[in-house]
């Protein structure tokens, strides 16, 4: 890979943390405000039954996930990923196609430029990870530094091809900054590895970028939301899922995930991922 600007054994140090405070700081508080966002959507404000509906039905897509990852964490994972590569390739695309239509094809090949950045731009650190908490031995899959470049390289090459292929047919607005948000992407996880690329990337670019659509959203309906005030009130949700989430690690164990912090922040991400996929559908579809 490219030589890093940090030493490998700073980055490997440090990035666990950098995760942690960029799903803490942002990632988490981001979709802790999904209630406020459905009831501006649907109306679900107006009675105890729309609060109802809303509740129960998010939170009865978390139980799923959970049991999910309980009973069958390769089926969790492999759910985890499939999301992600919609939910990623969605919030990435939208301020970059022309037409303002869906697009699944391109939410599709943008989220797995992302996630194959992640998985590979260092094997030996995200192997690991899925191995530990999918309980199965990935072990004998871990590429060596030459082996993960040519397919980093190879993902990198598809997903530019496809972009050209977008801009020659004027689908893409702003192409200059859409390329240049791709050179950043893959220097990004070229030079920072998988955890400090993802920590960045899930703070400044999906985190970030879906905080400043749920300004615009509330713009255009005449309301006003600031960063002080979205913070006020992610707050409830944001300390609900910090507390689930000690839970789970408190309970290390008995579930057999000692030293395993990492592993189950992912695990909530995937939980509370789901249900605000289609908050976030939703809030795009307004736009058009």
């Not at 240049?180 to 990004?188: K, P, R, V």
């Not at 879906?210 to 707050?235: G, P, V």
């Amino acid at each position: 890979m490219i030589p890093a600007i940090i030493s490998p054994e700073i980055n490997r140090m440090i990035a666990p943390y950098l995760v942690l405070a960029s799903v803490f700081l942002i990632g988490i508080p981001h979709g802790a405000i999904d209630h406020i966002i459905s009831a501006e959507l649907f109306d679900t404000d107006k009675s105890i039954k729309g609060h109802i509906y809303f509740y129960s039905t998010y939170l009865l897509i978390m139980l799923m996930v959970g049991l999910l990852w309980v009973w069958a964490p390769i089926a969790g994972m492999m759910l985890f990923l499939l999301i992600s590569v919609y939910h990623f390739g969605q919030a990435d695309m939208e301020d970059y196609l022309i037409s303002g239509k869906k697009n699944p094809p391109g939410y599709l090949i943008r989220g797995l430029f992302i996630i194959g950045m992640i998985l590979f731009s260092d094997t030996s650190v995200s192997l690991p990870i899925i191995s530990q908490a999918t309980g199965t031995d990935l072990a004998g899959l871990a590429f060596t530094p030459q082996s993960d470049w040519p397919l980093f390289s190879l993902i990198a090459i598809l997903y530019l091809i496809y972009s050209m292929f977008l801009t020659v047919n004027k689908e893409i607005r702003k192409p200059i900054n859409f390329f240049g948000d791709f050179i950043l992407i893959l220097l990004l996880f070229a030079i920072c590895g998988p955890l400090t690329g993802f920590a960045i990337y899930f703070a400044v670019w999906h985190s970030a970028g879906h905080i400043y659509e749920m300004q615009q959203f509330f713009k255009r309906r005449k309301k006003k939301l600031t960063i002080a005030n979205f913070y006020k009130l992610s707050l409830p949700f944001t300390f609900l899922s910090v507390f689930g989430l000690m839970i789970l690690y408190a309970l290390n164990n008995v579930t057999a995930m000692e030293d395993k912090l990492l592993i189950l922040m992912f695990i909530v991400i995937s939980v509370l991922t789901l249900p605000h996929m289609f908050i976030v559908d939703k809030l795009y579809s307004e736009r058009v």
